[in-house]
Nanobody, 116 residues
Framework: QVQLVESGGGLVQPGEPLTLSCAGS????????MGWYRQAPGKQRELVAS???????NYADFVRGRFTISRDNAENTIYLRMNNLQPEDTAAYYCNAEKKYRPTYWGQGTQVTVSS
């Protein structure tokens, strides 16, 4: 059973940075594409960024240039470095692992609140 555990969320002021981490269990994760999604109250969950097993990245337009996704396959961990956070970035952030023909896994989420 694969488990994903996010950490690093919190309350920050506009313009401040924050780094989220997602630690996964099981070496099988290194073959998965992993990503970060977010969901604000009353809104649908949306993709923030993803990274394939060989390091190719994809970003949503609203974070491109501000957020950076990375992964450490040896540690089964992915990161999301978020710079210049804005109030509209406030949401629950979820880690995701997916691969074609295999189950998709989700973490429990970590809250990011950007407020002055």
């Amino acid at each position: 059973q694969v488990q994903l555990v996010e950490s690093g969320g919190g309350l920050v002021q506009p313009g401040e940075p924050l780094t989220l981490s997602c630690a996964g269990s099981g070496p099988i994760l290194r073959i998965y594409t992993m990503g970060w999604y977010r969901q604000a109250p009353g809104k649908q969950r949306e993709l923030v960024a993803s990274i394939t097993n060989n390091g190719n990245t994809n970003y949503a337009d609203f974070v491109r240039g501000r957020f950076t996704i990375s992964r450490d396959n040896a540690e089964n961990t992915i990161y999301l470095r978020m710079n210049n956070l804005q109030p509209e970035d406030t949401a629950a952030y979820y880690c995701n692992a997916e691969k074609k023909y295999r189950p998709t896994y989700w973490g429990q989420g970590t809250q990011v609140t950007v407020s002055s």
